[in-house]
């Protein structure tokens, strides 16, 4: 029998990514935060590994390293309201200037 081929897809990248969750009710923030990081990447241990930093007071929700299938699992979690892919930004206060007197 010939061996069945491989998957030629290339492995997917994580990156981090904002998850914006419901206020939970009925435990911590971060409890509740690495469980739903728990049930897509299937282990505490890789939860905490992915989860960088958790939202409490402004917002409710994590930042975390997600790849594509990964974010597209937790979005439909429970409580889960948006995932968006976090984006650096950079501030040009323009042309230096110089004043003499």
């Given amino acids: 029998m010939a061996a069945e081929p491989k998957s030629m897809e290339p492995p997917q990248t994580a990156e981090v990514h904002i998850v914006y969750t419901d206020q939970p009710q009925d435990q911590e923030p ?29 917002a ?28 650096s930004a950079e501030l040009h206060s323009g042309p230096a200037q110089t004043h003499t007197m």
């Fill in 30 to 58: 971060e409890t509740h935060h690495l469980r739903t990081l728990t049930s897509v990447l299937g282990s505490e241990e890789a939860a905490k590994g992915a989860l960088l930093y958790t939202y409490k007071h402004a």
């Fill in 60 to 87: 409710s929700g994590f930042s975390a390293k997600l790849t594509p299938d990964q974010v597209e699992q937790i979005s439909k979690k429970p409580g889960v309201i948006e995932v968006v892919k976090s984006r």
